[in-house]
């Protein structure tokens, strides 16, 4: 098991240098003049020309990313918008994105396991088919629009939760709600799916037949059988959320990483969006680590291997 950390580890660097190239030279191949944006639309060209310079932007593309990276590593990478590290901006962002993604999948994972289990027990019953109509319409229902119908019930409404911003606890309900209810309805339709086909195999009928309780057989037996494809789905969902909760923060105005590097992308912040994306590629090969950790832990014959 150690080994298996110590090379997945290993791992990790290529593929961040691999990030670190591809997203600086689609960055670099988009129109638009960093410069330009900077010094602003009355800057003359000597304005502009001195910034370039001050940022190393007129040197070769091959010095430029060698500059970024020894800057990255000395934690010394600044915006070009602002000026400023971009460490001590990016940093409060992306633990208020771990925040809201953890709390998101929480909820989901809670939800969706739970309704998908009830489901699959009660095939083809009422509730059955009240689940699953519900779950296809968290799966069709888009993001931002549940967003919208969220706040005017729980905000404007009844005036329970804050409608934006980050102000303590109260605020990250909704949109931790908002991406919750759509993953869950995933989860549980996944979830349904794979205990039907726990509950057909015969080492379950065996169990029933030998007269285990139906809770010891569901939840010891067949429940933990389908937790490794459910893990994996839950994994990957976090991994994706660090990157692509744009348009939850954007309605709720969470202070997240996504919003920050889509800010930067548009103002044509190289160094912000390099940083940002190293970042969310590196959150995300953790996690998956984390995940095939967990695969070990609930199936022996991983630990064996």
């Known amino acids: ?139 069709s229902m888009p993001i931002f629009w549940l967003g919208i119908l969220l706040i005017l019930f729980f905000s404007v409404y009844l005036g329970w939760f804050p409608s934006g911003g980050k102000e303590g606890l109260s605020s990250l309900v909704l949109p931790s709600l908002t991406i919750g209810l759509a993953i869950a309805a995933f989860i549980a339709r996944m979830t349904r799916a794979l205990m039907l086909d726990v509950l057909s195999q015969d080492y379950i009928r065996t169990a029933i037949a030998y007269g285990f309780p139906r809770k010891t057989v569901i939840y010891r037996y067949a429940l933990k059988n389908v937790m490794i494809p459910i893990v994996t789905i839950i994994g990957l969902q976090f991994g994706y959320l660090m990157g692509g909760a744009v348009l939850t923060e954007s309605v709720f105005g969470w202070p997240g990483i996504g919003r920050y590097v889509v800010e930067a992308i548009f103002a044509r912040d190289y160094t912000v969006v390099q940083v940002g994306i190293m970042v969310i590629s590196a959150t995300f090969v953790i996690i998956n680590l984390l995940v095939d950790l967990i695969y070990a832990f609930l199936d022996p014959r991983i630990r064996r291997g």
């Open 1 to 139: 098991m150690g080994r298996f950390v110590l090379r997945r580890v290993l791992l990790l660097m290529p593929i961040l240098i691999g990030v670190s190239v591809l997203i600086f030279l689609i960055m670099h191949l988009l129109p638009g003049d960093p410069a330009r944006l900077i010094a602003g639309e009355d800057a003359s060209e000597e304005e502009i020309e001195m910034i370039r310079v001050k940022y190393g932007l007129d040197k070769p593309l091959v010095i430029q990313y060698l500059i970024f990276m020894e800057n990255l590593f000395k934690g010394e990478v600044k915006s070009l918008r602002s000026d400023v590290p971009v460490f001590e901006e990016l940093f409060p962002r992306y633990l208020n994105t771990i925040q809201l993604a953890f709390s998101s999948v929480l909820i989901a994972s809670i939800l969706g396991i739970l309704f998908g289990v009830v489901a699959a027990v009660h095939r083809n019953s009422i509730i059955d088919n009240l689940v699953m109509a519900v779950s296809l319409f968290g799966v």
